[in-house]
């Protein structure tokens, strides 16, 4: 200021452009401080200690829409806030003042006539006397809607990425769930077919007086139900029944199919246990349900009795084959016979089909043997040309005879491990025979213990 | 495993349909849908020609016996010509030699 009342020359020059300038300079000269006070872009106010308002600048009345009559020695500043602004004020907003003697960039909201509300950033400070008692406050009002607008809107922000996230973490929370729910019901399924699979098996076989048995069953995959069955059951007090087959096809419709074979050759055995009786009735029970119907399915089995002799030296059996591979008499003596049964037909192709039935006696160390044809049919070579087969079958068998039930079926189950991939279908195996008679005095190896 | 082919013609018999390759549990169901869309008159004479069969198992003879029925329902034949020696020993294993009209090849069924 002082370099510009200095200007040794204000309008000697004759310069235009100098001339304005000094215009503009001269201007702010005249920019006396009252009109610096009433029109400066914030707010001014000074109160008593009280708060009853003592001046105000004409920018603060024209916010709030208000007469310096109204306002002036009529209201203290809290009038001039809100509720909620006010009630900052007096538990906050005064006591620090008071306290500190100064106060800024205090967050409140004024009422503006006509019911809005204008947010604003307070500073105070109070005027002491020279005696250092406190005088008057000032206080300067700065509009800060455009700072609430950009708090408001980094809140909807933050707002928004809150419920993204949540909607994320359900949204996650269900895919869980639905995981879950899927593993529940994988093994309710698993449980369901476990379930199936033993009502199509029995548990274990029953102990029969004078006969050992002995079977394994191969299951091509665990989640597939087998497609082959057998059963050992008492008929009456010396004749046991039993059986063992295979259904065409695979899975549950298979699982169906030998759920009624099994059911109806035991309840056929009941009626009449003669074996050609009995696979006549299988006959015409699945002819009746499946082929008559348009859909063929049928199953191979060999369906028998047998009959244990009184001094458990020797047992009779009666079979009937519909279909299926001949039994197999693996004799005491080395020898391998099959029980063949001509002319045996696939069961519930036709209407009527004929069952032969034979008969043998299995003397004691004889032992009987049933198989299906997963045995047979397994690949010993890279392709299907290359399968097991009868012959090789009943060489493995005489090669080891003669062997009890169990010894057959364990030495089968390890011929079963040796096919690996080759070995893709089930496989059921049921073997039973008569004990050979047990040599009368100990090994000498056992009298020297 | 091989892929099954099923082609058909028409001869003044009837049709003759010739299965080449596996018919198994996997591929059985395309020989039923094939032999279901003919359409057999009575007295006719459908062949199923199994010379180039190289595997069948208890589906195929699902398959066969389907088409048994399929031409008794028309009131026609149904022959299977060229089984080769393990299927023929299957199908009497399982008693359907007697079921099926059995020829040596497609020529002379």
Redesign the interface.
Known sequence: MCGINQDPEPSGTGDGTGTGTNAVFTALLEDSVEELYESAPCGYLSTLMDGTIAKINTTLLGWLGMDRETVVGRLRFADLLTVGGKLYHETHFAPLLRMRGEISGIALEMKVTGGGRLPVLISSVVKHGSEGEPLLIRTTVFDASDRRTYEEELLRRKQEAEQARAEAERARAEAEQARRQAEADRAQLADALAVLQQSLLPASLPLVPGLETAVHYHTASANRLGGDFYDLFPIDDTRWGFFLGDVCGKGPEAAALTSLTRYTLRAAAFHDPEPAVALTTLNSVLHDRYTATGDPRYCTAVFGIVEPGAEHDQATVRLASGGHPPALIVRAGGQVDSLPTPGGMLVGVLPTAPFTTAEATLAAGDTLLLYTDGLTEARTGPTRKNLYGEEALYAFVAARAPSAPQEVITALTGLLGSFGDGLDDDTALLAFGVPAARPHTLPATDHLR | ?SPLTITGRDTTTGPVVEVVG?LD?AHATALRQQVERLTLRPGQRLVVDLASL??C???G??AL??AR?HAQAAGADIVLSGVPT?TLRVLT????D??FTIRPDAATA
């Not at chain 2, 294993?93 to 359907?96: A, Q």
Request: hydrophobic share 45%.
């Open positions: 495993m596996d549990y190289e595997f198992d208890s589906s003879i699902t016996l389907a029925q393990n294993i399982v008693g359907l007697r079921v």
